[in-house]
């Protein structure tokens, strides 16, 4: 399965926008999955115009129980908490913070005496909703972080391992803004990365940002430039020269976009001769020449 | 006797008392007896250099070194209750000197 990263740094460049309105251009060719992996605010599903998310699954972390028949109170387990979870007290058995917890499981293979009983905590959801266009599936994979959690990617690689299990063509990761570990996972294994940014200091301060981040994990980038028309993007422009990004993609600052949002209904699907429909084609259409079949 | 720590930075009785309970570099362990100072150490806090679960691991020091007290700011959550469950009392002074926190402690604790 090919796989494409659309990411960007800056919220609220347009990067589910790029990536809903790619996928199902991309649904003239092949078998699509679009993954959600923007799991503190994801709404592909929103923007896709579906009312509810289907096919609920727990994601399930690892969290240790003390075993007080077996515990000696060596302290090991609070030795080799990478996140300082556990904690020792002077005289009672180990004490165990859930919050501060990543699930990584050290203290379960560190205790000399099997004294860390498996357990779990729910950290949040995955979703699954089958769609067709263009007579081909759109598979649709959705996670959800909990309220108040606070260890995003366990989320986000449950959320990813479960679209990869689906037999498609091409697999489209939707991830959220930053640069951190979360986003660095949906980078990890991808073919290609596509960069949404949009011509303002913003978007240019968090281009750089990610930009680094691919250049670093070694990954090719195509980069989107969405509203263009408004700011400057002279600078982005320069920059995109230096790091040596090949194809760039100017999607205008339109009113369909507005239109469209208006309605819930894709731009591709609603206004497919739109400007800016054209320019999410054109970006297809370059991915099916680099992808081949279809 | 008693052990008193106080969160600090470059740590010592004339040093000010850090503002931060869990991410303060040092603490200031003060040995009392009958009112007296008997002994004036300075221990690394690893809470200071960890990624995350600071005020655990800085309680966890202090439950090594035996501490009976801390005298410093108000811990965050996970410290206040790490803190708790070690039994360790806090006090909270701030805005002074590990010497002028502990003689304000002492000379209440007289009365």
């Keep these: 399965m090919f796989r494409v990263t659309v990411t960007g740094g800056k919220g609220g460049t347009g990067k589910s926008f790029v990536a809903v309105n790619l996928a199902i251009a991309l649904t003239r060719y092949y078998e699509v999955v679009l993954a959600d992996v923007d799991v503190e605010a994801p709404n592909d599903y929103v923007l896709l115009g579906i009312n509810k998310l289907e096919n609920e699954e727990p994601i399930k972390v690892f969290l240790p129980f003390i075993d007080t028949g077996k515990c000696t109170r060596c302290g090991v387990c609070a030795k080799v908490c990478d996140t300082g979870a556990i904690l020792m007290p002077p005289n009672a058995y180990p004490v165990i913070f859930p919050r501060l917890c990543s699930g990584c499981k050290a203290c379960y293979y560190g205790c000399p005496y099997n004294a860390i009983i498996k357990g779990y905590h729910v950290l949040g959801y995955t979703y699954y909703n089958k769609l067709l266009y263009n007579n081909k599936t759109l598979h649709l994979v959705t996670g959800v972080l909990r309220e108040g959690e606070e260890h995003t990617p366990p989320a986000v690689l449950a959320t990813r391992k479960r679209a990869e299990n689906i037999n498609g063509d091409i697999l489209i990761l939707d991830t959220g803004a930053g640069t951190g570990n979360q986003i660095s996972l949906s980078l990890q294994n991808t073919n290609l990365v596509i960069a949404v940014t949009e011509p303002t200091p913003l978007g240019l301060h968090d281009l750089l940002s990610i930009l680094e981040v691919v250049k670093g994990m070694n990954l090719g980038v195509w980069v989107v430039i969405n509203k263009y028309g408004v700011g400057d993007p002279s600078r982005h422009l320069e920059i995109l020269e230096k790091y040596g990004v090949e194809k760039i993609y100017r999607i205008p600052f339109n009113r369909d976009v507005v239109e469209t949002y208006i309605y819930g209904k894709p731009i591709v699907l609603a206004k497919p001769s739109s400007i800016v429909s054209k320019t999410i084609y054109d970006l297809s259409i370059d991915l099916v020449k680099v992808i081949g079949g279809g | ?111």
């Design chain 2, 1 to 111: 006797m008693v052990r008193i720590a106080f969160p600090t930075d470059k740590g010592g009785l004339d040093d000010q008392i850090y503002p931060r309970f869990g991410r303060a570099p040092t603490f200031t362990i003060v040995e009392v007896e009958d009112g007296e100072i008997k002994d004036v150490r300075v221990v690394q806090n690893p809470g200071s250099i960890s990624g995350s679960g600071a005020g655990i691991r800085a309680v966890q020091k202090l439950v090594e070194e035996k501490i009976d007290i801390v005298i410093g700011p108000s811990p965050g959550p996970n410290a206040y209750m790490a803190l708790q469950q070690s039994g360790i009392r806090v006090v909270m002074i701030l805005g002074v000197t590990v010497r002028e926190a502990l003689e304000k402690f002492l000379s209440e604790e007289k009365k």
